[in-house]
């Protein structure tokens, strides 16, 4: 058995509302909750007309709120745009109102474009003081000592765990030698999956959050009552995915009959590569595809993207994983 978990995009429909969005997400993590789902983690994004999760620690609590025991979180918080003191407030603040509920994953990657980087006020240099400000966090979060000139209220005492995500071995060298679990978004860029892992591991160094390693696999699973409709509802992501190579903006499309009108032989090939790790499909097909993810990594978590159009038909899709992981 291993632990199944949901990261939520807070993407916008085509003929839908942001608030939608907004909304869809806390009926998610209520109907998680109710599947069996560990976590439902939210994704920090800026100035995409698509996704609704900029201000990620509302939409945390937004979820928190309409929840009551699973675990709610950053999947990441893209630490380079913020001040670690303010991340230690916001999240000892989410942590003081839902306790024992909230995580925290940090990633050093921008999540935005370099003219929305200016915006935020931060230096693209930033990010190369990800592993100092990771610590300086942590501290935050820490109990207070005497004589701290520095404390962050909410939050110091809370502890809230801490994850480092990535999808280069960077992220897996920093987590093992800081002793923190580690997710790997092998659902956008799977490209050096299984050498993260193995970096990971090899070079763990247990901490007092965590003495063994936990590895979180992100995975893409759209799963339907048959091969044909699952084949069907994902040709919504694969125009996502074909609008970011092109660089356009467009809201989630409806799903098309078929995807080969639609994208080049080039985007096909950029696409494919960026999904490789997706398993669609019914039933029989997504045990299948599981399995063998998990023979492959050997994951302690998967944490499940099922990104279509029906808000409807991805509930259900969650049911029909939720009951293949159970």
């Known amino acids: 058995m291993v632990d199944f978990s949901i990261l939520e995009l807070g993407r916008v429909r085509e003929g839908g509302s942001r608030r939608d969005a907004m909304d869809e997400a806390r009926i998610l993590g209520q109907h998680a909750e109710q599947q069996g789902y560990k976590r439902l983690w939210v994704a920090e994004h800026h100035n995409m007309p698509t996704v609704t999760t900029a201000a990620t620690s509302l939409i945390i609590a ?14 990441g918080i893209m630490l380079p745009n913020h001040s670690p003191y303010v991340i230690a407030e916001q999240f ?9 509920r ?11 474009d370099q003219y929305t980087l200016r915006a935020l006020r931060r230096d693209p240099a930033s990010a190369e003081n990800f592993p100092r400000d990771v610590l300086e966090l942590q501290a935050y979060l820490a109990p207070a000592t005497p004589g701290q000139p520095i404390e962050a209220v909410p939050g110091s005492g809370t502890e809230v765990p801490l994850w480092i995500l990535g999808s280069s071995l960077f992220g897996a060298q920093l987590a093992a030698e800081l002793g923190l679990p580690f997710g790997f978004a092998s659902h956008f860029a799977p490209g050096s999956l299984d050498q993260a892992l193995a970096i990971y591991r090899d070079r763990f160094r247990p901490s007092a959050q965590q003495q063994r390693p936990h590895a979180l696999v992100g995975v893409n699973i759209i799963a339907a009552e048959s091969d044909a409709e699952a084949q069907y509802l994902a040709t919504s992501q694969q125009m996502s995915f074909t609008h970011m190579v092109r660089g356009t903006r467009r809201l989630t499309q409806p799903p098309i009959a078929d995807i080969e009108t639609y994208w080049s032989p080039r985007e096909k090939m950029h696409v494919q590569q960026m999904l490789a790790c997706s398993i669609i499909g019914g039933p029989e097909t997504v045990r299948r595809g599981v399995d063998a993810l998990l023979e492959r990594t050997h994951a302690d978590e998967l944490m499940i993207v099922s990104d279509m159009f029906d808000f409807g038909k991805r509930l259900r899709s969650f049911e029909i994983i939720a009951g293949l992981m159970r």
């Open 102 to 112: 909230i995580d925290l994953g940090l990633g050093r990657a921008p999540g935005t």
């Open 92 to 100: 000892g603040t989410l942590a003081t109102l839902f306790p024992d």
């Open 62 to 75: 937004h979820i928190a709120a309409g929840t009551h025991h699973i675990r709610v979180g950053a999947g």
